[in-house]
């Protein structure tokens, strides 16, 4: 079987013959719109997707050599009846309209794989829309992967901070997903439990659908524990301390969350293990997983984890969101954490860039990530940002509808135009050469946004928090990681 990206027979897809001429005749010179391609269950990764570029380290980051990629939706229920010139003008405002007509130049957007000569095109139900831009990928630390346990049935890592669970957002190689598959030939694998991108600790993967499926009911049956420890602000108090506070997502595409009687239900033990004058290292126990909520309860105590990016902010107030006091309404609180980020040009640590900010704010479908951000209006052909995770997020929360848990980002698309196959959807890098990622890796594309933007790289300080995932035990299993060297009773900052 041929690899996604691989094999294909014709600009359709893979294996799709040509339509019969009797198909194409549409009354009055209607535009023909072939029909929706089958779903196919599943996603994989293959050597396609791995060789699309390749990695290198410079100052104690990962990075990834820019490349080109497609990205691939079909036509969204709003665009019906719209030409892509105003869609692209009143949804897709990242990029100007010199932009989207330059790339329609060069032949990367293509509709109902033909190239897009006039954008004046009106859109129909089922047209596939294809884009390909340089992609350029946030770098993450450097700190290797290590595999704590691989047997015939799981794969146990200890991921590092910074480093997303697998391809979302702004991130595809940059994942713990790709990482195996290039670097450790580990394919094929059943997202367990997932962590956010900037905590740290022990990740599991089951490799057969019998052992995810087998683990997931012992996570609908909460039998599964999970033991986390961070370093917090303060004098942490001494006694077990219980917080049942609800949470309440403020925002999936910056990923913020807060105290809100209006949230669902949480509940988390923290006890203390050291305190050093300065800051105190926590044991966290979350009863449930609802989205950040060590992080949020951790601040609603006024003891906020040391180095959060989110939730030890001043843009929270003098208090920076202590007992729930924020003295802001929701969209103050998100211009302010975003306008303290951009001062310290450190908006890649959010995981979203200033194209994302600059996106139209009423495009439904740019994804509800909470850490991992597709620049998806700079993009006008996107797939759907996927939620990145949580620190708490277990399998088990799959019903919530702020969770997805599959291990790839599924298109956002209206019910009734049909979906790309997973594996369509995930796509191949091609450029125009036709060998993915070599030229994105030596020249600078010249309708790239990104080659023409100096960025200040963040320190490998800034890519940890201090949150990790300790220990993962389930009615036949325990799995442990080493205790961080920042949670160690003598640790000095």
């Not at 991108?197 to 997931?216: N, P, Q, W």
């Not at 989205?291 to 180095?307: A, C, K, M, S």
């Amino acid at each position: 079987m041929a690899e996604p990206g691989q094999g294909r027979a014709g600009p359709g897809g893979e294996g799709e013959a040509a339509p019969a001429p009797k198909k194409r005749r549409v009354a009055g010179g209607e535009r023909y719109v072939p029909p929706p391609r089958k779903l196919s269950a599943g996603v994989s990764f293959g050597p396609a997707h791995f060789a699309e570029t390749s990695y290198y380290f410079e100052g104690g980051l990962r990075k990834v050599r820019p490349y080109y990629f497609d990205f691939r939706t079909y036509c969204k229920g709003r665009w019906v009846g719209r030409s892509l010139l105003h869609v692209f003008s009143t949804e897709f405002r990242a990029q100007p309209l010199a932009y989207y007509r330059a790339a329609a130049r060069a032949g990367r957007l293509r509709l109902n794989e033909e190239p897009v000569r006039d954008l004046d095109i009106v859109l129909k139900n089922n047209d596939f829309l294809r884009n390909t831009v340089h992609r350029h990928e946030p770098p993450v630390t450097a700190q290797p992967l290590q595999i704590l346990v691989e047997d015939d049935e799981v794969v146990v890592v200890d991921k590092p901070s910074s480093l997303p669970v697998h391809p979302c957002g702004r991130f595809r190689h940059n994942t713990v997903i790709f990482i195996l598959g290039k670097e450790h030939h580990l394919k094929g694998l059943h997202t367990i439990h997932r962590l956010d991108r900037m905590t740290s600790g022990v990740l599991m993967f089951a490799k057969t659908a019998e052992v995810s499926k087998r683990i997931d009911e012992q996570v609908r049956e909460r039998q599964l524990e999970k033991e986390y420890v961070c370093r917090v602000v303060g004098e942490f108090p001494e006694h077990e301390v219980v917080c049942e506070e609800p949470i309440l997502v403020v925002s999936y595409k910056v990923g913020v969350c807060r105290v809100d009687p209006k949230g669902k239900f949480c509940k988390t033990i923290f006890q203390r293990l050291s305190y050093n004058g300065k800051t105190s290292v926590v044991r966290c126990l979350p009863r449930t997983g609802r989205t950040h909520q060590i992080r949020v309860h951790l601040q609603y105590l006024g003891h906020p984890i040391v180095n959060d990016p989110i939730y030890n902010m001043e843009a929270w107030g003098p208090s920076r969101g202590k007992g729930g006091k924020i003295d802001k309404t929701d969209e103050e609180l998100l211009k302010a954490l975003v306008e303290e980020h951009r001062s310290k040009q450190s908006l890649d640590v959010l995981g979203i860039s200033e194209e994302d900010l600059s996106s139209s704010a009423e495009n439904k479908d740019s994804g509800n990530s909470s850490d991992c951000t597709e620049s998806a209006l700079a993009d006008p052909v996107t797939e759907s940002s996927c939620p990145a995770g949580d620190t708490e997020d277990p399998k088990g929360d799959t019903k919530d509808p702020e969770r997805n848990e599959v291990a790839a980002c599924p298109l956002s698309s209206d019910g009734n135009l049909g979906t790309l196959e997973k594996t369509e959807e995930l796509g191949t890098c091609e450029n125009q050469e036709g060998q993915a990622g070599e030229k994105g890796s030596e020249e600078k594309d010249p309708l790239c946004v990104e080659c023409k933007i100096t960025r200040r790289d963040p320190s490998p300080k800034e890519l940890v928090m201090f949150l990790h995932a300790l220990r993962y035990k389930g009615a036949q299993f325990e799995y442990c990681s080493k205790m961080p060297q920042w949670a160690m009773e003598d640790w000095e900052d």
